[in-house]
């Protein structure tokens, strides 16, 4: 969280995300649109992959004369939240500057330096902290989707460590604020093995029925679709067995309608998709008030995910087996139900 991206420059993400692999001997590649995917491979078992987005909404540099530039911002932020004198921090030299006054009717601004503006500069992002920790709440500017970037990374990590007989692939991918762009190029690049199941990893903003801090939410769907039944039956059996395994586990299920996530794009191109979230405060920078200030989560519930993850990739050569329970069940009821409609019939 302490390298700033928006969409289209997710570079220094990036670098820590390969910098993580490397150090924890992750197998891992950059696909020919900028994407990372990493690899576990260490059983025959179906594929599980695990998605989630390097960018979140930011600026770009779209013209520069001499000292000034102008800046046009990519990502999903209603108007009324931008207001002339913002600051706002430049990408990669960190040089500070300010929101200036709308040029025309799209969201591009006037950029008013506060230091000297670099040829290097592409990009700006909000000037707010990067991360911090306090009071068991994740503070920065990116939780969306950073905290996911780094649920994916932490659940490989795990599984190494404990030498699980699994068939991960991390797909972290680019500019999903402005139309899901890196995760498009993956699902038609052919990258992934069709009989995947997909589950799409994000911060969602608090709706009711759910809160921050109750656990990880097992995402019905979001504002487009609702996700494969079955694949969502998986993991909710995977969650209250581990909840049985460990009573302090904490998860919540629910259609989380506030956006639309990457789930969306995989369902649509032919994946077995499901998805998971943590409750998001402050989405998109966007705080009470029309303010802009740092997103956060509950790192009980981040960390809850991991280990979600970690136990659904355990169980996928038991998917056949954890899904069937209820459609068995269900021929149970119609035997018994037969029979008894058909004495009382008449």
């Known amino acids: 969280m302490r390298r700033p991206a928006a969409p289209f420059h997710e570079h220094a993400v990036r670098e820590e995300v390969e910098r993580l692999c490397r150090e924890h001997g992750l197998a891992f590649r950059r696909d020919r649109f900028g994407n990372v995917l990493v690899r576990l491979h260490t059983a025959r078992v179906r594929p599980l992959v695990l998605a989630a987005h390097m960018d979140h909404p930011g600026f770009e540099i779209v013209r ?3 000292a000034a530039c102008r800046v046009r911002f990519q990502g999903g932020v209603g108007d009324s939240w931008f207001r002339p004198g913002l600051p706002l ?20 601004f006037e950029l008013i330096p506060r230091q000297p503006v670099d040829s290097a500069d592409a990009f700006a992002v909000w000037e707010m902290e990067d991360f911090s920790v306090r ?3 994740i503070h920065g500017r990116a939780c969306d989707d950073l905290i996911g970037v780094a649920a994916i990374l932490a659940t490989l990590i795990e599984l190494k460590r404990k030498r699980a007989r699994v068939n991960v692939i991390g797909v972290l991918s680019r500019a999903e604020e402005i139309g899901f762009r890196g995760a498009l190029a993956v699902a038609d690049s052919g990258a992934l093995p069709r009989t995947s199941l997909v589950i799409s990893l994000e911060t969602s903003r608090e709706l ?27 993991l909710s059996e995977v969650a209250l067995d581990l909840q049985r395994r460990n009573r302090s586990f904490q998860f919540q299920r629910a259609l989380m309608s506030g956006g639309t996530c990457e789930g969306t794009v995989y369902q649509e191109f032919g994946f077995q998709t499901a998805a998971v979230c943590v409750a998001l405060g402050n989405y998109h920078n966007c705080a009470p008030r029309n303010r802009i200030a740092p997103e956060f989560v509950s790192v009980k519930d981040a960390c809850g995910m991991v280990d979600l993850l970690v ?3 355990r169980c996928m050569p038991k998917y056949e087996r954890m899904t069937s ?15 008894r409609l058909l004495t009382s019939a008449t």
């Open 135 to 137: 009071n068991g709440r």
């Open 325 to 339: 329970a209820l459609p068995a069940r269900l021929r149970r009821l119609l035997r018994n139900a037969r029979r």
């Open 64 to 66: 520069r004369r001499g």
């Open 208 to 234: 009711p029925g759910v809160r921050m801090d109750s656990g990880v939410i097992l995402r019905v769907g979001d504002r487009a679709l609702v996700f494969d039944p079955k694949a969502g039956r998986f």
């Open 89 to 108: 921090r430049l990408m990669p030299s960190g040089a500070r500057a300010a929101l200036g006054p709308r040029v025309g009717k799209d969201k591009t």
């Open 311 to 313: 136990h659904a990739a």
